[in-house]
């Protein structure tokens, strides 16, 4: 029989074509572009975000893999065109024009899209990925690339918060039942494991995405029986090699002595008390105990998983305190983003070509300068010295400038000197190239590598989970006087 490892990933998560997962002014705006013939005027998007996620020192990138596989599939079905003919506008007139759903009918996307590598480290302010195309075709992306990217860009960088925290100790994810939906739990799962964890509960996603799941029992399974022992011992039955016992349904510590007698028992027969799981009480000092009573039983391999609510806080502060817990089962906190239910990911555009094909670089302004965007064509470059990223920079790809210079904060009105002696590494690569996918299918085991060898480069203070260290992000000068330039432009 196959192991796990040999299968190969199954059939893809989006089996159909979602092109009407979008706002609806999307659509409309889409039928201007078409209307006022600049449907096929080249423009630049760009995805970004403005704030720490979870008040931390990073995110990390996630989602690629979901938006490539729907990217490929886009594609406005027969059904999909019967029910736009059928919307009407206030004045009951049809809201989309026939000419307009037939031009749909045969769109085919020819979108270009640069963007860093899933898995890859971010920070606010900077561009996550470019996309390059037909206006039209670029518009009409923006509420799934943002979904799609937002929220498991959220769930991924909690769970590189919960891992960090954890540290060696494994951490297995457990929160589909109270994920936000069917597709959230599938997304939070994946996300979750690019993250950091090392296993899933749901099954679904472990066949979708080739990735380990993990089960205990819950506690109906003991309340099912007479006794508790009963149920430990029955619970063999259906694993006979190793298993998790469930031990805060009535007594904690009675739990664990249940545990071992029936361990003792079947121990003969190869059986292995993996682990007792606690879901309860007071995890600091029935570890402590439950620890002491599996060492003198002569259970000192078998580990304690806790449960109940935990996030990166509890963790770390129960592992400052001595705790003997070293499996970590959390749930809602990680797959809900509960401290933070949102990413605030944007995407906007930032260049358009005109009727003589030039670049005309365009820019949001606001009386908040967190929400002005930047100009041009985007690229992101991160400085290494060897050891630890240094800053990362912000620059239009256009514009060629001295490597040994200064780079602008956006906001805050710093600067940071740029040494020659640190590597630069552009962050950009290819993903599509007019319409085609070009970047290689990755597995998520190759990703979570990934983030382990970005999060090694990372400096300590700012992988800190309270008040971090900032990681600078900056403008390079060229950029940063023509954003200056266009604002005064617009202003005076």
Known sequence: MLSQQDLPPSSKLYHNSLALFCDLYQLTMACGYWKKRIDQTKAVFYFTYRKWPFQGGFGIFAGLGSFLEFFQ?????????????????????PLFPRGFLEYLANLRLTLSIDGMEEGSLVFPYEPLLRVEGPLLQAQILETALLNIFNFQTLIASKAARVKWAASSDEVVEFGMRRAQGIDGAISASRAAMIGGCDATSNVLAGKLFSIPVRGTMSHSWVMAFREESEAFASFVEISPKSAVFLVDTYDTIRGVENAIHIAKQRKKEGFSLFAVRLDSGDLLSLSRSIRTILDRAGFSDTKIMASNELDEFMIEDLKRKGAKIS????????????DQPAFDGVYKLSACQNEAGEWVDKMKLSDDPMKRTLPGILQVARYFDGQTYQCDEIYDKRVLHAEDSWIHHPTQGTRKRLSSTWEKIDLFVPLVDRGVVVYPSCSISTIKKRVAKELSRLPERTKALKQPDPYFVGISSPLFEKRNRLVEEVLL
């Open 73 to 93: 599939e886009f594609r406005f079905l027969e059904e999909d065109l019967a029910y736009l003919a059928s919307l009407e506008s206030p004045g009951k007139t």
């Open 327 to 338: 499996i970590w089962g959390v749930g809602t906190s990680l797959v809900t983003g509960k």
